[in-house]
């Protein structure tokens, strides 16, 4: 099928869709990418859609798999998201990866296509990876700027304050939620200034919790999702390491059923 609008996104776990699980999808998950794309495809047909993205990928990583994979495609539209895993390391040097990931943005705008940018999540909320805050901000200011330079666009996900609901965010508290996705297409189609069907998430109400209730779900965490993370980390594993990315080629995604 030739498809005249290409959609083609790039990135780690975030673009991937890790979070919102869909066993009936390629690597069992859905994602706000997919949501994006099911909404450009029902409001005009002639879009094509691919996901390169892998989950555990560092910056130098999507930009050295990806990137020319994705220009390979001719991409009218590219949304990317970077560095986040890079952040999440003892020692990174923000300066040097924003400045590859500035090479990397140019290169996709130089390919004609437009190129939708997100800067990183403001995780201040959390007790453990909000001690990269910091990190992100600098981070966030250098890809703010890399995307002026560069004529791309900005999805500040910084800003999107709403996420700080711990609903919105799976069980191990690094990915989104379906509801989380579900907000984040909705905030990229409304940067794009498109119109979508998707539902506004609803939450169920938070149950009450005294101080040995959050106890014992933060140990509970610590053990089933903490301790995996770190002891990848430790050996240089991955856990997208023997996945293949979910729609390497130009297709239609699954719509929803109507």
Known sequence: MTFKQRYV???DSFTEGVGDEDETRSNGVRGWADRVAEQLVLADSSWGYANLAIRGKKLHQVLNEQVDAAIALSPTLVTIYAGGNDILRPKV???AIVAAYDAGIAKLCSSGAAVLVFTGFDSGNSPVF???RGRTAIYNELVREAVEKNDAVL???WRMKNLQDERYWAVDRLHMSP????L???KVLEVLRGT???DTPELEELPARNRVDQLRRDAQWAREYLGPWVSRRLRGVSSGDNL???YPELTHPPLPAS
């Open 155 to 157: 999805v500040d996900y």
């Open 184 to 186: 984040t297409a909705k």
């Open 179 to 182: 509801a989380g996705h579900m």
């Open 244 to 246: 293949s990315p979910r």
């Open 9 to 11: 996104a790039l990135g």
């Open 93 to 95: 040097d923000i300066d």
């Open 196 to 198: 979508d069907a998707i």
């Open 130 to 132: 909000g001690r990269t």
